[in-house]
Protein backbone atom coordinates (compact mmCIF):
# COMPACT_ATOMS: atom_id res chain seq x y z
CA UNK A 1 0.00 0.00 0.00
CA UNK A 2 1.27 3.28 -1.29
CA UNK A 3 2.34 5.75 1.37
CA UNK A 4 -0.81 8.15 0.67
CA UNK A 5 -3.12 5.38 1.43
CA UNK A 6 -1.80 4.26 4.58
CA UNK A 7 -2.08 7.93 5.70
CA UNK A 8 -5.86 7.70 3.86
CA UNK A 9 -6.61 4.34 6.05
CA UNK A 10 -4.99 6.09 9.40
CA UNK A 11 -7.26 8.62 9.06
CA UNK A 12 -10.16 6.58 8.52
CA UNK A 13 -9.76 4.57 11.33
CA UNK A 14 -8.93 6.97 13.80
CA UNK A 15 -12.07 8.73 12.88
CA UNK A 16 -14.18 5.65 12.86
CA UNK A 17 -13.02 5.29 16.45
CA UNK A 18 -13.54 9.04 17.12
CA UNK A 19 -16.68 8.95 15.94
CA UNK A 20 -18.05 5.75 17.81
CA UNK A 21 -16.61 7.45 20.75
CA UNK A 22 -18.40 10.50 20.49
CA UNK A 23 -20.95 10.88 17.38
CA UNK A 24 -20.02 12.81 14.57
CA UNK A 25 -20.94 15.90 15.67
CA UNK A 26 -18.67 16.11 18.82
CA UNK A 27 -15.64 14.01 17.17
CA UNK A 28 -12.90 16.36 16.92
CA UNK A 29 -10.63 16.25 13.91
CA UNK A 30 -7.41 17.17 16.50
CA UNK A 31 -8.14 14.42 18.12
CA UNK A 32 -8.03 12.30 15.02
CA UNK A 33 -4.89 14.51 13.47
CA UNK A 34 -3.06 13.36 17.44
CA UNK A 35 -3.68 9.94 16.93
CA UNK A 36 -2.41 9.44 13.50
CA UNK A 37 0.20 11.92 13.64
CA UNK A 38 -1.31 13.44 10.25
CA UNK A 39 -0.99 17.29 9.59
CA UNK A 40 -4.33 19.41 8.74
CA UNK A 41 -3.29 19.91 5.58
CA UNK A 42 -2.54 16.09 4.90
CA UNK A 43 -5.87 15.66 6.52
CA UNK A 44 -8.24 17.72 3.74
CA UNK A 45 -5.97 16.31 1.11
CA UNK A 46 -7.80 13.36 1.41
CA UNK A 47 -10.89 14.64 2.57
CA UNK A 48 -12.46 17.99 1.70
CA UNK A 49 -14.45 18.51 4.83
CA UNK A 50 -15.41 16.89 8.09
CA UNK A 51 -18.85 15.99 6.55
CA UNK A 52 -16.57 14.00 3.55
CA UNK A 53 -14.60 12.16 6.44
CA UNK A 54 -17.98 11.05 7.97
CA UNK A 55 -19.08 9.87 4.53
CA UNK A 56 -15.84 7.96 3.53
CA UNK A 57 -16.09 6.09 7.28
CA UNK A 58 -20.04 4.83 6.48
CA UNK A 59 -18.78 4.26 2.92
CA UNK A 60 -15.70 2.23 3.60
CA UNK A 61 -15.19 1.45 7.13
CA UNK A 62 -18.89 0.75 8.98
CA UNK A 63 -19.81 -0.69 5.11
CA UNK A 64 -16.51 -3.34 5.62
CA UNK A 65 -18.13 -4.34 9.46
CA UNK A 66 -20.71 -5.22 8.22
CA UNK A 67 -19.86 -7.27 5.34
CA UNK A 68 -17.47 -9.11 7.79
CA UNK A 69 -19.73 -9.49 10.49
CA UNK A 70 -23.22 -10.04 9.53
CA UNK A 71 -23.23 -10.15 5.70
CA UNK A 72 -20.88 -12.77 4.38
CA UNK A 73 -21.52 -15.38 7.45
CA UNK A 74 -24.59 -15.58 6.44
CA UNK A 75 -23.81 -17.00 3.01
CA UNK A 76 -23.00 -19.82 4.14
CA UNK A 77 -24.22 -23.58 3.93
CA UNK A 78 -27.05 -24.80 6.44
CA UNK A 79 -30.53 -24.27 7.81
CA UNK A 80 -31.32 -20.62 7.31
CA UNK A 81 -32.68 -20.75 10.55
CA UNK A 82 -29.59 -22.41 12.05
CA UNK A 83 -27.50 -19.83 9.48
CA UNK A 84 -28.90 -16.84 11.20
CA UNK A 85 -29.03 -17.92 15.01
CA UNK A 86 -25.20 -18.81 14.48
CA UNK A 87 -24.52 -15.62 13.02
CA UNK A 88 -26.17 -13.92 15.99
CA UNK A 89 -24.86 -16.16 18.88
CA UNK A 90 -21.24 -15.21 17.61
CA UNK A 91 -21.67 -11.84 17.00
CA UNK A 92 -23.17 -11.69 21.17
CA UNK A 93 -19.95 -14.01 22.18
CA UNK A 94 -17.59 -11.95 19.96
CA UNK A 95 -19.25 -8.40 21.56
CA UNK A 96 -16.90 -6.60 23.84
CA UNK A 97 -17.81 -4.24 27.11
CA UNK A 98 -17.32 -1.28 24.65
CA UNK A 99 -19.75 -2.28 22.35
CA UNK A 100 -22.66 -2.31 24.54
CA UNK A 101 -21.46 0.76 26.25
CA UNK A 102 -21.47 2.28 22.66
CA UNK A 103 -23.86 0.37 20.92
CA UNK A 104 -23.98 -0.17 17.14
CA UNK A 105 -22.09 2.33 15.25
CA UNK A 106 -24.34 2.12 12.57
CA UNK A 107 -27.73 2.44 14.34
CA UNK A 108 -26.18 5.13 16.25
CA UNK A 109 -25.57 7.76 13.37
CA UNK A 110 -28.96 6.59 11.98
CA UNK A 111 -30.04 8.76 15.22
CA UNK A 112 -27.65 11.21 15.09
CA UNK A 113 -26.96 11.94 11.59
CA UNK A 114 -30.00 10.76 9.45
CA UNK A 115 -32.87 13.50 10.99
CA UNK A 116 -30.20 16.35 9.53
CA UNK A 117 -27.91 15.34 6.90
CA UNK A 118 -29.16 13.78 3.59
CA UNK A 119 -25.72 11.96 2.74
CA UNK A 120 -25.52 10.51 6.03
CA UNK A 121 -29.15 8.91 5.81
CA UNK A 122 -28.83 8.36 2.20
CA UNK A 123 -25.43 5.77 2.57
CA UNK A 124 -26.90 4.36 6.04
CA UNK A 125 -30.26 3.53 4.18
CA UNK A 126 -27.91 1.72 1.78
CA UNK A 127 -26.23 -0.29 4.03
CA UNK A 128 -29.54 -0.95 6.32
CA UNK A 129 -30.94 -2.04 2.84
CA UNK A 130 -28.05 -4.84 1.97
CA UNK A 131 -28.29 -6.02 5.52
CA UNK A 132 -31.80 -6.69 5.30
CA UNK A 133 -31.93 -7.66 1.44
CA UNK A 134 -29.29 -10.12 2.48
CA UNK A 135 -31.59 -11.90 5.12
CA UNK A 136 -34.70 -11.83 3.19
CA UNK A 137 -32.29 -14.22 0.52
CA UNK A 138 -31.64 -16.09 3.51
CA UNK A 139 -35.38 -16.92 4.19
CA UNK A 140 -36.15 -16.84 0.49
CA UNK A 141 -33.35 -19.76 -0.20
CA UNK A 142 -34.72 -21.46 2.79
CA UNK A 143 -38.43 -21.03 1.17
CA UNK A 144 -37.60 -22.81 -1.79
CA UNK A 145 -35.85 -25.41 -0.17
CA UNK A 146 -38.84 -25.89 2.30
CA UNK A 147 -37.31 -25.18 5.38
CA UNK A 148 -38.92 -21.91 6.07
CA UNK A 149 -42.15 -21.23 5.76
CA UNK A 150 -43.63 -20.16 2.69
CA UNK A 151 -46.29 -18.24 4.66
CA UNK A 152 -44.03 -15.72 5.60
CA UNK A 153 -43.42 -12.72 3.60
CA UNK A 154 -39.39 -13.02 3.68
CA UNK A 155 -39.09 -8.81 3.08
CA UNK A 156 -41.38 -7.97 6.11
CA UNK A 157 -39.53 -11.13 8.23
CA UNK A 158 -36.17 -9.80 6.95
CA UNK A 159 -36.74 -6.25 8.17
CA UNK A 160 -38.81 -7.38 11.43
CA UNK A 161 -35.08 -9.19 12.55
CA UNK A 162 -32.98 -6.08 11.50
CA UNK A 163 -35.03 -4.06 13.36
CA UNK A 164 -34.83 -6.82 16.28
CA UNK A 165 -30.84 -6.68 15.81
CA UNK A 166 -30.55 -3.16 16.27
CA UNK A 167 -33.52 -2.75 18.90
CA UNK A 168 -31.66 -4.70 21.05
CA UNK A 169 -28.27 -3.78 20.48
CA UNK A 170 -30.03 0.51 21.50
CA UNK A 171 -31.66 -1.94 24.62
CA UNK A 172 -28.31 -3.05 25.65
CA UNK A 173 -26.35 0.33 25.02
CA UNK A 174 -29.14 2.28 26.80
CA UNK A 175 -29.08 -0.48 29.96
CA UNK A 176 -24.95 -0.05 29.46
CA UNK A 177 -25.94 -4.22 29.94
CA UNK A 178 -25.13 -7.39 28.14
CA UNK A 179 -27.73 -8.70 30.18
CA UNK A 180 -30.48 -7.04 28.24
CA UNK A 181 -28.59 -8.07 24.81
CA UNK A 182 -29.24 -11.56 26.10
CA UNK A 183 -32.78 -12.04 27.22
CA UNK A 184 -33.72 -10.03 23.47
CA UNK A 185 -31.90 -12.77 22.04
CA UNK A 186 -33.89 -15.18 23.43
CA UNK A 187 -36.64 -13.33 21.90
CA UNK A 188 -35.37 -12.75 18.50
CA UNK A 189 -34.40 -16.70 18.48
CA UNK A 190 -37.78 -17.91 19.48
CA UNK A 191 -39.33 -15.61 15.99
CA UNK A 192 -36.74 -17.00 14.08
CA UNK A 193 -37.19 -20.60 15.48
CA UNK A 194 -41.12 -20.00 14.57
CA UNK A 195 -39.81 -19.18 11.20
CA UNK A 196 -39.10 -23.12 10.46
CA UNK A 197 -41.54 -25.69 8.21
Not at 47 to 70: C, H, M, N, P, T
Not at 152 to 162: E, G, H, K, S, T
Not at 164 to 173: D, Q, R, T
Amino acid sequence: MADADKTRQALLEAAYEEIYRNGFQAASLNTILERTGVTKGALYHHFSSKQKLGYAVIDEIISQKLDREWLTPIQQPGHPIDVMIDVIQLAGQQITSQQIDQGCPLNNLAQEMSPIDPGFRQRIDHLYRKWQQSIEKLLRDGQQDATVKASIDPADAALFILASLEGCMGIAKNAQSIDELKRCAQGLFGYLDSLRC
